[in-house]
């Protein structure tokens, strides 16, 4: 999600903001470097904390990177508040649906490597029928599920809360899909599991079309999409803070996501989902600044390409098909676009109870900056978020 609007339509939805804010918290503690040292408070330091206790922002951690190179990587604030466990650049955070960044990047290896092109039918691929049952006869494509535009509809999916608590969700992703999109499906609904629009006329965001795209990349590959990303953008990029499950995640390194219940801070629990291709993801900064700096940098990052230049142009490529909202200014392949002080830059967003991410991309300088938060989104942090994306984009391009 990618936007503020966006954000809002969709957390009040599935996954529900319970509070507008934080209880506010005195100047965050400053997380280490990579290289070991407490970072120096500084000019950006101070400022980032002002714009932490103004949107009462517990635990941020921040990245930035330009030429394919990380720049800067810092942790602020507590990753667990009762313990005073500081944020630092190692500490696991739930990037939610900035997820659909890396699912769109496997989709497009694969299609570099030819074994799919973009405006085929994804139906030939799966091993279950696909059609939205209003229009039989128009086939879903790759490009359609990239941008949004394929007419499957999340509006079943928000109905039901598929997530599990403390740990990883039973349910298989193909189980799922096929509850979800087959006829003889438990949750199936032609009215709403798919839109009334053919697919590829309307921009509609579907959280269901980016699990499709991650069972399309394991059966396409014949390897699990978790196990692909691992082997062909994780290791690779040196990522090894980088998880699809939370059996995978280690505890003591990982945030407490916090809300507002009944106007008292509450810690959540973490939680597991079926659908992990949209939004699973759990990742450090220092991780996932070397995915940012390749995906703002033509697909490459520290001498390592994961995407070829075209290809990555390809995905920045913003198009405005009927339906884009307002507040956003294109849509690309994974990627968005909206306004960032004034300029429009490729971006996502994403948010759950107690999660609040954002990474902005500006191609044209090679750079791109991570914002990990562990609070839900509030009009103040959202705000606070895109001063901080800002700054840092425009420390870097002085310096």
């Given at each position: 999600m990618t936007d503020p609007n966006t954000l809002d339509a969709f957390l009040m939805q599935r996954r529900r903001l319970m509070g507008a804010g934080l209880a506010a918290f005195a100047l965050p503690a400053m997380?280490?470097?990579?290289?070991?040292?407490?970072?120096?408070?500084?000019?950006?330091?101070?400022?980032?904390?002002?714009?932490?206790?103004?949107?009462?922002?517990?635990?941020?951690?921040?990245?930035?990177?330009?030429?394919?190179?990380?720049?800067?990587?810092?942790?602020?604030?507590?990753?667990?508040?009762?313990?005073?466990?500081?944020?630092?650049?190692?500490?696991?955070?739930?990037?939610?649906?900035?997820?659909?960044?890396?699912?769109?990047?496997?989709?497009?290896?694969?299609?570099?490597?030819?074994?799919?092109?973009?405006?085929?039918?994804?139906?030939?691929?799966?091993?279950?029928?696909?059609?939205?049952?209003?229009?039989?006869?128009?086939?879903?494509?790759?490009?359609?599920?990239?941008?949004?535009?394929?007419?499957?509809?999340?509006?079943?999916?928000?109905?039901?809360?598929?997530?599990?608590?403390?740990?990883?969700?039973?349910?298989?992703?193909?189980?799922?899909?096929?509850?979800?999109?087959?006829?003889?499906?438990?949750?199936?609904?032609?009215?709403?599991?798919?839109?009334?629009?053919?697919?590829?006329?309307?921009?509609?965001?579907?959280?269901?079309?980016?699990?499709?795209?991650?069972?399309?990349?394991?059966?396409?590959?014949?390897?699990?999409?978790?196990?692909?990303?691992?082997?062909?953008?994780?290791?690779?990029?040196?990522?090894?803070?980088?998880?699809?499950?939370?059996?995978?995640?280690?505890?003591?390194?990982?945030?407490?996501?916090?809300?507002?219940i009944d106007g008292v801070l509450k810690p959540l629990e973490p939680v597991g989902f079926p659908d992990w291709p949209a939004g699973m993801l759990r990742s450090s900064v220092a991780d996932f600044t070397r995915f940012v700096a390749a995906s703002a940098n033509g697909g490459t990052a520290q001498g390592v390409r994961i995407l070829r230049s075209e290809t990555m142009a390809q995905m920045l490529d913003m198009q405005t098909p009927i339906g884009l909202p307002d507040w956003l200014t294109g849509q690309g392949l994974g990627w968005m676009a909206s306004r960032l002080n004034g300029a429009v830059k490729p971006n996502h967003w994403g948010g759950d109870p107690g999660v609040f991410t954002a990474v902005y991309l500006d191609p044209a300088s090679q750079a791109g900056v991570v914002l990990f938060s562990n609070a839900s989104a509030s009009s103040q942090s959202k705000s606070a978020i895109r001063s901080i994306a800002s700054r840092l984009l425009s420390v870097d391009a002085h310096g």
């Amino acid at each position: 999600m990618t936007d503020p609007n966006t954000l809002d339509a969709f957390l009040m939805q599935r996954r529900r903001l319970m509070g507008a804010g934080l209880a506010a918290f005195a100047l965050p503690a400053m997380g280490k470097n990579r290289s070991g040292p407490a970072t120096t408070p500084d000019a950006f330091d101070t400022f980032v904390a002002e714009q932490m206790r103004l949107a009462n922002i517990p635990g941020l951690a921040v990245g930035l990177a330009r030429g394919g190179n990380v720049r800067l990587v810092r942790g602020y604030g507590y990753a667990n508040i009762e313990q005073r466990r500081p944020v630092t650049v190692d500490t696991q955070f739930h990037i939610a649906s900035i997820t659909k960044t890396v699912t769109a990047a496997a989709i497009m290896q694969l299609a570099d490597d030819g074994r799919l092109t973009l405006d085929e039918p994804v139906a030939r691929h799966l091993d279950f029928p696909l059609n939205n049952p209003n229009h039989p006869t128009a086939p879903i494509t790759f490009r359609e599920l990239l941008t949004h535009t394929s007419s499957l509809s999340d509006a079943k999916y928000y109905e039901i809360d598929f997530r599990v608590r403390g740990q990883d969700a039973t349910l298989s992703l193909s189980d799922f899909l096929k509850n979800y999109l087959v006829p003889t499906g438990s949750v199936y609904s032609s009215d709403k599991c798919f839109s009334k629009v053919m697919p590829g006329s309307t921009w509609d965001y579907s959280n269901v079309g980016y699990a499709l795209l991650g069972y399309l990349a394991s059966r396409i590959a014949a390897k699990d999409m978790r196990q692909q990303t691992r082997e062909r953008i994780f290791a690779p990029l040196g990522m090894h803070d980088t998880h699809w499950r939370l059996s995978d995640t280690p505890r003591r390194r990982s945030v407490i996501p916090y809300d507002v219940i009944d106007g008292v801070l509450k810690p959540l629990e973490p939680v597991g989902f079926p659908d992990w291709p949209a939004g699973m993801l759990r990742s450090s900064v220092a991780d996932f600044t070397r995915f940012v700096a390749a995906s703002a940098n033509g697909g490459t990052a520290q001498g390592v390409r994961i995407l070829r230049s075209e290809t990555m142009a390809q995905m920045l490529d913003m198009q405005t098909p009927i339906g884009l909202p307002d507040w956003l200014t294109g849509q690309g392949l994974g990627w968005m676009a909206s306004r960032l002080n004034g300029a429009v830059k490729p971006n996502h967003w994403g948010g759950d109870p107690g999660v609040f991410t954002a990474v902005y991309l500006d191609p044209a300088s090679q750079a791109g900056v991570v914002l990990f938060s562990n609070a839900s989104a509030s009009s103040q942090s959202k705000s606070a978020i895109r001063s901080i994306a800002s700054r840092l984009l425009s420390v870097d391009a002085h310096g």
